[in-house]
């Protein structure tokens, strides 16, 4: 097929500083290199197009000249902004893999997820969304809380000290992630116990692929347990050997594989997720499962020895990269029909 290809491109390094985190959900040089070459071995022809202030007039001109976008672009700006391709495609009548537009503007709002979930009894942690320094906090929520931007993905915003004991450092975060990223955040009860991160796949059955468990054994000892941003940009990256970072498949009985399968395929159908999703889920001394997030745009490096919790699972369900991506790709040919006869 001839297809185009949507995304936006990483120029910086993630580090703490703010203005380098805007870049973090962006994809690197050599992961946009290794998707498009993906495609092109499966014998498409491939235009790329960059999720800049230009795409809208590049896709008007691509119009009835490419059958399917494979879009992984998170968007320039702005609250809805993983939602702005999708949107935009559908108004020009242009086939897209990934989830839709009203999808992509509630997974990306970490308060709607969880109201979202919670109509359909999904577990998710208790919560708060704070919009003003001066708002009360609710006192039925039990410390430790967690705080977080609330319209972010790949943990921007989530520091370490993000995880606080006592009504004032919990002011101090709060006021500190309000004024440095201009958008409400999340107060979330902490559950203190396992992770696990989870990529289903597919449309009419979607499938589950092997879960993937954060390794907390190798942090350091003044390192909480949770997906901080230290802990997912900086410390995961330096590790001699990556894999030390995970263990996937999770080492989970055989009841409790079934409760996370099931729950996930309940998440997916509940925000009408499409083709790809990954999610995020802890565990608490009980067992009990808690949605924390759901990332319909899960990464996609292509370099093993890169940590990229969806390609884990997929390598480890038997997938090539080639094959992973080129799942994705036909999953959503088929929603929306048989290849065009050429």
């Not at 976008?69 to 893999?97: C, D, K, Q, S």
């Not at 699972?313 to 992973?324: D, K, N, S, V």
Request: hydrophobic share 40%.
């Amino acid at each position: 097929m001839n297809l185009a290809f949507c995304y936006n491109v990483k120029h910086t390094i993630p580090s703490r500083n703010i203005a380098a985190q805007k870049e973090a959900d962006f994809d690197a040089p050599e992961t946009i290199t290794g998707i498009r070459g993906a495609l092109e071995a499966a014998g498409h022809s491939i235009t790329q197009v960059e999720a800049d202030q230009n795409a809208p007039l590049c896709f008007s001109e691509l119009r009835g000249k490419i059958e399917i976008v494979f879009n992984i672009a998170e968007g320039l700006g702005g609250e809805a902004r993983e939602a702005h391709v999708p949107a935009l495609l559908e108004m020009l009548g242009i086939a897209y893999t990934h989830s839709g537009p009203l999808t992509q503007a509630i997974s990306l709002d970490k308060a709607l997820t969880k109201l979202v979930l919670l109509h359909h009894n999904l577990p998710t942690p208790q919560f708060q969304l704070v919009k003003r320094e001066d708002e009360e906090i609710n006192p039925h929520l039990r410390f430790p809380l967690i705080v977080k931007p609330n319209s972010e993905g790949s943990s921007i915003g989530i520091f370490n000290e993000n995880l606080v004991y006592d009504k004032v450092t919990l002011s101090e975060r709060v006021k500190w992630l309000l004024h440095r990223f201009h958008e409400p955040v999340i107060v979330e009860e902490y559950i203190d116990g396992r992770e696990f991160t989870v990529a289903v796949i597919g449309n009419q059955n979607p499938k589950v692929l092997p879960v993937v468990e954060q390794n907390f054994s190798i942090f350091p000892e003044n390192m909480p347990h949770f997906a901080s941003f230290e802990a997912k940009w900086l410390f995961e990256d330096s590790l001699p050997n990556p894999h030390d970072a995970y263990f996937c498949p999770a080492p989970v009985s055989s009841h409790l594989q079934e409760k996370i399968e099931k729950l996930c395929l309940d998440i997916f159908e509940a925000l009408e997720c499409k083709d790809v999703c990954r999610i995020d889920l802890r565990m608490d001394k009980s067992e009990n499962l808690y949605c924390l997030e759901v990332n319909t745009l899960p990464g996609l490096i292509p370099d093993p020895h890169i940590v990229s919790y969806l390609p884990i699972a997929a390598r480890i369900a038997g997938f090539t990269f080639e094959g992973l991506v080129n799942t994705i790709l036909n999953e959503a040919v088929k929603r929306y029909g048989p290849y065009p006869e050429k």
